[in-house]
């Protein structure tokens, strides 16, 4: 079935780089999402990618797709204190507009 | 644009009782969600739809929970009677289906306690 996988937490020092990863099952996602939650508030979207990409870059965020292995990756580049949040991986499901979610990867950045 | 507005904010309600909580999505977009947050089970979907109509409501945990929308500008969701491991956050969210990328854009949240 489909279903969307993400490490539960992520630790890195303040002007690292971040990597969160997320799998996904859907061979045929059209879309792939990266969203970013902080305390308290909804959903934020930060970027997304086309099925038919390998890479976008967006400012300090790098979104990598192997579509082989299923893989999504989000780099954030001089990770901030204010990156410190939850972040979610979501794939579209074919011939729907909703989306499957990942269960969201925290990041922590250490000052 | 304000974005999706939902209101309550945040809902206090005894075991029993029936809650509404209401959703405005954004001008112009025609598919609504109804997510529902917790800590055990994560981000799930409810319920959403496509132009006023219901298209998969196989999120909605049991009878109990029922989702309207009357017309392209608010939808209601509604939980009688309500019970303590229905709090939750409860999310909004709206997108503009077609051709996509099907951006979806999501409200502040309702925090629902049922004690």
């Known amino acids: 079935g489909e279903d969307v996988e993400q490490s539960l937490f992520l630790s890195v020092r303040e002007g690292d780089s971040s990597v969160i990863n997320c799998t996904y099952t859907d061979s045929s996602s059209t879309y792939l999402y990266w969203y970013k939650q902080e305390p308290g508030a909804g959903l934020q979207l930060l970027t997304y990618i086309f099925s038919n990409m390998d890479m976008k870059q967006d400012q300090r965020l790098t979104v990598l797709l192997n579509k082989k292995d299923k893989h999504l990756s989000l780099r954030i580049a001089d990770t901030q204190t204010g990156d410190s949040a939850i972040y979610f991986c979501?794939?579209?499901?074919?011939?729907?507009?909703?989306?499957?979610f990942g269960t969201g990867t925290r990041l922590k950045v250490l000052a | 644009d304000a974005g999706v507005i939902q209101s309550p904010r945040h809902e206090v309600t005894e075991m029993g009782q029936e809650v509404t909580l209401r959703c405005k999505p954004i001008s112009g977009h025609n598919s609504l969600f109804w997510y529902r947050q917790t800590m055990m089970r994560g981000l799930e979907l409810l319920i959403y739809?496509?132009?006023?109509?219901?298209?998969?409501d196989s999120g909605m945990p049991e009878d109990r929970f029922s989702a309207k929308m009357p017309n392209a500008s608010f939808s209601t969701l509604k939980i009688q009677p309500s019970e303590p491991r229905d709090s939750a956050v409860y999310f909004c969210a709206s997108s503009l289906s077609g051709d996509g990328p099907y951006e979806q854009y999501f409200g502040p949240g309702t925090r629902l306690t049922v004690t």
């Open positions: 979501a794939e579209s499901a074919s011939g729907t507009y909703k989306y499957i």
């Open positions: 739809f496509n132009n006023n109509v219901p298209i998969d």
